[in-house]
């Protein structure tokens, strides 16, 4: 018999162990066989004990062996009270003659067979009784010599050493398939268990990646090939750096070694050209052992997708409310002053009849007068010599004076509602509410009328000159525009200009502003085919870099509360750009000067 190699499944550890019966059967009789032709015997028989009870294992003859497995109390064919008696004694007993056996006369065996040598013997195995070996041979007496006695030792070893090996050998290929058992369950265990994984796996849409510290890639989900940048064939056993660009790969490694060496779980994210698309992903990069770590990144492309939108819409909403808030403020102001309009309207309407009266009537003033004064110097002539009463009234009037002042009278006056009439047109123009419409109009007129309301912010004041207003007209075609918006605009900028100028004036005495006039320029061109250009400047205080970009934002002013409303240039802007497709741009030197540049389309159609 001999001993192979630890089987490696459960059928080749079953096989196995039923060869290793087989083996043992074979032992049993082979060694019966051996016995019975090295004793001399005829028949022979081997019982050996066995869990716990004596079983004839083996039984035959010359001839044949058979093996068994029958209790030693039910088997007939031997004399078990002989067999008894070697088991209590554990001596060999050898009956040599047949008168011998007389002594087991109560054993039915002896008086039926009336064997003529018998031999038995017990077999044991470091002393331990293991077995008893019963030989016989009918027909000869004192067959089992001294000689062959000598043999019974080296059978018993025999034996023993077999029945070791056969029972090693049982337990080893129990142990073997106890083994093979254990391993099948655990390999059945794990498979289960790595189905279990991989299904998990399977089921998760994200990407999830095994690396190492320079982000070589170790292992790679399956399920993960859809989301990643090269083929996973394409990129196992490659670091970040032979996978991505530079700056993608310095930002994982960077990642990597932060988790591994804080042992803190380290968020990333990023976007991917994946195919056509580009694709987000929020990530966890976590350790996994000392040097390695578990990437899991998620698609959030519908996320960030959704961010946009949402951005793009907060975006959307902040540029209505803006405009909102300027076409509410625009109400305001176009409300307020379609108000001052028509009070304007009104009043110079009510004062343009009696200016006109009054006007009028002084070109008639002025002839009766003079008539009157040829009368009375035609009078002085024909009567040189008045009475004296006369004469001293005559000379109480101071006649030659009065007739004198009242020439200078009359033409102050004339000068005087010559102005108001002015003033009153330039009203009705500025107010007109028909020109609230559409049309064609000449912007140099609204301008002049602009600086005609304006002249009371322009004229000397006690702490300075005259403002110098310095136009610079071109020639412009008619303009189609809504001439009261326009209008507003140029007061908005010439008032604007009016204050930067006197800002300036601060810290300034009388003289010194004389010999550096405050200044506001207005220069008018045809620029291109269908546009105007009108700059309005000024040499006030300039407007500082940093402010520039918030110049037309509503509410925006650096004037005190009660003078700035910060309305007029995003009112301007409104107009000039969205209501009429011109641009407005400011170019300015802080301290020096400022100006506004305006275009504007001469007509729409055209534009
Ligand atoms: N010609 C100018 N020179 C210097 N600063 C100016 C000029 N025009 C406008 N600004 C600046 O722009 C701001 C906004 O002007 P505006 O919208 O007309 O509002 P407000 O005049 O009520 O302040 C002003 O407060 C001022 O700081
Ligand atoms: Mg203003």
């Not at 030792?153 to 090996?165: F, T, V």
């Not at 004041?461 to 071109?474: D, L």
Request: glycine residues 4%; negative net charge.
């Amino acid at each position: 018999m001999t001993l192979v190699s630890i089987p490696e499944d459960e059928m080749s550890a079953e096989l196995y162990q039923l060869s290793g019966e087989i083996e043992l059967e074979k032992i049993l009789t082979t060694f019966l066989q051996i016995a019975i032709a090295s004793m001399g015997a005829q028949i022979g028989c081997l019982i050996l004990y066995q869990d716990t009870q004596w079983l004839v294992v083996a039984q035959g003859d010359t001839k044949q062996i058979q093996s068994l497995e029958i209790p030693l109390e039910r088997y007939q064919e031997i004399p078990q009270i002989l067999i008894d008696a070697v088991v209590q004694t554990q001596q060999m007993a050898v009956l040599d003659n047949f008168s011998q056996t007389v002594e087991f006369a109560g054993d039915c065996y002896f008086t039926t067979h009336q064997p003529q040598s018998v031999l038995c013997t017990p077999l044991t195995q470091q002393e331990k009784l293991i077995g008893v070996l019963y030989l016989e041979n009918k027909s000869l007496q004192n067959a089992f010599t001294s000689d062959r006695l000598q043999l019974i030792p080296l059978l018993n070893a025999q034996i023993a050493i077999s029945l070791k090996n056969a029972q090693l050998y049982c337990q080893l290929t129990a142990y073997s398939r106890n083994l093979a058992q254990k391993v099948a369950a655990r390999t059945e265990e794990s498979e289960e268990k790595s189905e279990q994984l991989l299904a998990l796996f399977n089921a998760i849409e994200d990407v999830i990646i095994v690396t190492d510290v320079d982000g070589r890639y170790l292992q790679v989900a399956p399920s993960s090939a859809p989301l990643l940048y090269k083929p996973p064939t394409a990129i196992i056993g490659k670091t970040a750096h032979e996978v991505f660009p530079p700056d993608m790969a310095d930002y994982f490694v960077r990642n990597i070694q932060q988790a591994i060496a804080t042992k803190k779980a380290q968020k990333i994210e990023y976007s991917l050209l994946i195919g056509e698309r580009e694709i987000w992903f929020d990530g966890n990069i976590a350790c996994m052992g000392e040097d390695k770590v578990v990437i899991v990144a998620r698609d959030i492309s519908d996320r960030k997708q959704m961010e946009n939108q949402l951005r793009e819409q907060k975006g959307n909403l902040e540029t209505t409310l803006q405009k909102l808030q300027r076409t509410q403020t625009q109400l305001v102001q176009s409300e307020k002053m379609s108000a001052l309009g028509q009070l304007v309207a009104g009043v110079a309407h009510e004062i343009n009849n009696p200016i006109n009266f009054i006007h009028g009537n002084l070109d008639y003033i002025h002839q009766h007068t003079q008539d009157l004064l040829h009368i009375l110097s035609a009078y002085q002539s024909h009567y040189p010599h008045p009475p004296a009463s006369l004469q001293l009234e005559l000379e109480e009037l101071e006649f030659s004076f009065l007739s004198e002042d009242l020439h200078s009278i009359l033409k102050s006056m004339k000068i005087g509602s010559e102005r108001i009439r002015q003033i009153v047109l330039s009203l009705r123009n500025f107010s007109r509410l028909d020109e609230s419409e559409y049309k064609a109009v000449n912007l140099h007129e609204g301008i002049d009328n602009t600086l005609m309301l304006l002249q009371v912010r322009l004229k000397a004041q006690a702490e300075r000159p005259e403002i110098a207003v310095i136009k610079e007209y071109g020639e412009l075609p008619l303009v189609e525009c809504y001439a009261k918006e326009i209008n507003q605009v140029f007061i908005n900028m010439i008032v604007n200009a009016i204050d930067a100028v006197e800002e300036s004036n601060r810290g300034r005495s009388f003289a010194e502003i004389t010999s550096n006039p405050n200044r506001i320029w207005i220069r008018t061109a045809k620029t291109e085919e269908n546009q105007v250009q009108i700059i309005i400047g000024d040499n006030g205080i300039g407007i500082p870099e940093q402010l520039r970009s918030r110049l037309f934002d509503p509410f925006f002013t650096t004037k005190p509360v009660g003078k700035g409303t910060g309305l007029g240039l995003s009112i301007s802007y409104q107009v000039i750009k969205e209501k009429h497709g011109g641009s407005i741009h400011v170019h300015s030197t802080p301290d020096q000067s400022t100006e506004f540049i305006i275009t504007l389309p001469v007509s729409r159609t055209s534009k």
